[in-house]
């Protein structure tokens, strides 16, 4: 059974990097799959990740968590004080504790007096906006390169690596080749964009992204393999029946809100400290909301949350690398669900062939109409990916069955 | 027997909003000392503070300011409030808003009309597109069934960066060489008058018009009944007869056309067109809060938006007294969020007595049967 799914795994992935390959021969663009562009796009996914996360800790425990953006906005200010102050990696931790502050506040406005968890969400992401704005005023404004709508830069960055041998790292200070980037530029089929994808990956990380990356596996691990996160997870199910197995539902849900906080904040840190050296008003633009938008999309599991991070990180990554990349993204999208189609018809699911039908036709008469898109019109991509997603599977996605019901222990039911 | 039920009912609900109002007084005076501690630990002087704002606020000057500043906040405040009262959370103000003023500034350049008809032209097309733009989450919850809160969210990003892109590429004004970033101006036909010479204008008077209709609509119409009962017991209306669907499509729409009218004090009474760094933002935000703290009351919202209008009117003579002038904004976050805890749990209190009463006296009809 593993087997013959982990077979599956492999063909899809082979036929996908076909696709992508063929396309990037095709058009020209070596952009799609340049180590350049997978190196932006990694970095840009882990605020979104690290959000998703926290979002998926928030609900799975019981708590709506509207107020991610918040916490990330604390994130980016106390990280960016943290690391001005003492270095990037006491900033990491600050912007963590800024965040954790955050959740503590929804956790005590939620789950200590019950008020309206999407309303406790709201307040404190006005909250966070003016409350560090206020800060900045205190602290920041007089000083040299800072003001009340930034801080001032920082002194050190956090070490970034890069892999030795494949990616042309050192090693006690001995130069290793770079054979992946050697891979990259020969532009042979699949095997160039292996190099890139794999080069982008292991070419100058930081350890911030490391951290980011762990996330995941340690989320998935804590939520669905310990005990406490059985518990985490019922209290989000059934908090009721928790409740009568003597389960402390809302310590619970304090512990999973802080840790959602922590998360938020530590996102808010690799924007003001690894993305840049200072923090910025708005640095968080609206990504907290992405983050909600790929847990909703990543059907509220680890492991969708990081695809649905990865493909708007990737979207954005290539726009910033190259903008005029973006028509072949379309072909890329056309090829990609036109294979999907052909599929869909052997295996006579007559559902997934109206949608992949449409999305075919629509992307191939983009590709061939559209020269150019808007930047504008780009930024909105996450935002109306996610209300597709959801007018469309809706039926299929799974939230935490009580997230957002406020629970009374004790009380009659 | 009758008289009697009546006038007990009158001193319940008489007892009931002195509850509400005692509350929301107290949790003020909370969030004030709260804000206090905040600023004794960042080194500066509380009772100052509040002395400047006292101070610079109640002057006839400030007074007017202060009612300009509270009537953006009116309607943002009632649009919210009418989906609260039915258990929907329009968060989309914010997107509707900026849709409608884009589209009505724009529009309101095409037309030639007699001055009243014009300006009244403009109002309809930004309500019109206000709830246009609601309506899309109208439809998504509908027919999909996807949450508000989610949808509107995403819908005002997406707003964002059409209103941008539609902006850009078709309204913009270059006449002047591409340093006007705005619209083309509205003649002066379709401008509100001022009722106080560049201090206030006439949109005052339409926010407490809409205030006023909202109580109408809401409180003592059939509808209004309907939409109140549809958000206290969804299950209990659909018994009656209440279609759930058509009151969901019909809160929105109404709450996105209120929305529309947000930006109408800059666009037809200040800049007359609709510009990216000219239109205020934001407001769709405070709105929530202004609706929280006025408990989505007619006369409690233009109460608290006039509250929110007068902390923001002071912030800028504060930054002169070395005051950081943001506090004002933080104390407003701080009151709503001590605003919601004191409600809920005041009202909690209220229930539970009102619940061992009923107990207690079906006790004695027992006894007594």
Known sequence: MTQSKNFRLFGLISVALAIVSSVRLWTDQDALTSSDTIGTALRLTVPILLAGMAGLWAERCGVLNIGIEGMMIFGTWFGAWGAWQYGPWVGLLFAILGGMFGGLVHAVATVRFNIDQVISGVVINLFAYFGVRYLSELVYVGKKGGGISQSPPQKSALPKFNLPVLSGGEIAGWKSPDFLGWLEARRWFILGDLGGIARGLTHSISWATVIAIIVVPVSAWVLWRTRFGLRLRSSGESPVAAESLGIKVNRLRYYGLLISGGLAGLAGGTLSIVASSYYRQGQTAGRGFIGLATMIFGNWRPSGILTGAMLFGYAEGIKLVASDSITALFLLIASMSGAFLIYAIIRHKRNQVLLTLSAFLLSAIAYRTIDTVPESLTQSLPYVVTLIVLATANQRLRPPAMAGVPFRPGEPH | ?369
Not at chain 2, 184 to 206: C, K, Q, W, Y
Request: with cysteine; aromatic share 8%; charged share 15%.
């Open chain 2, 1 to 369: 027997m009758n008289q009697q039920l009546s006038s007990k009912r009158n001193s319940d609900s008489m007892r009931k909003s002195l509850n509400t109002l005692g509350s929301s007084v107290a949790a003020v005076i909370l969030a004030l000392v709260i804000c206090g501690v905040l600023l004794l630990i960042t080194g500066k002087n509380p009772l100052m503070a509040y002395g400047k704002i006292l101070e610079t606020g109640l002057t006839s000057e400030k007074f007017l300011e202060m009612l300009k500043r509270a009537t953006p906040l009116i309607f943002s405040a009632i649009a919210v409030a009418i989906g609260f009262k039915m258990n929907l959370f329009n968060i989309g103000v914010e997107g509707q808003y900026l849709f409608a003023a884009l589209i009505s500034a724009e529009m309101g350049t095409h037309v030639s009309l007699p001055a009243p008809l014009h300006v009244l032209f403009i109002l309809i097309v930004a309500m019109v597109s206000g709830a246009a733009w609601a309506s899309i989450a109208a439809i998504l919850k509908i027919t999909r069934g996807i949450n508000e809160v989610i949808s509107t969210i995403m819908l005002n990003y997406i707003a964002l960066s059409f209103i941008q892109w539609i902006f850009e590429t078709f309204f913009r004004d270059d006449s002047d060489g591409g340093l006007n970033v705005k619209t083309t101006e509205i003649a002066p036909s379709g401008r509100m008058p001022d009722l106080v010479h560049d201090r206030l204008n006439g949109m005052f008077i339409v926010a407490l018009f809409v205030a006023f209709l909202y109580w109408v609509v809401v409180f003592r119409s059939r509808f209004g009944f309907q939409l109140r009962a549809s958000g206290l017991n969804p299950i209990a209306a659909r018994t009656a007869g209440i279609p759930a669907k058509r009151m969901i499509l019909f809160a929105l729409l109404l709450s996105g056309a209120v929305a529309g009218l947000v930006a109408m004090p800059s666009v037809i009474g200040d800049v007359y067109a609709y510009g990216p760094s000219s239109t205020p933002t934001q407001f769709g935000f405070a709105g929530i809060t202004v609706a929280l703290l006025g408990r989505n009351h007619p006369f409690g919202i233009v109460v608290a938006a006039m509250l929110f209008g007068f902390l923001d009117s002071t912030s800028a003579v504060l930054q002169l007294s070395e005051i950081p002038s943001s506090i004002v904004k933080v104390i407003q976050a701080i009151i709503v969020l001590v605003v919601v805890i004191v409600n809920e749990a005041s009202s909690r209190r209220y229930n539970r007595k009102i619940a061992e009463q009923a107990a207690l006296s079906s006790k004695s009809m027992d006894v007594r049967s």
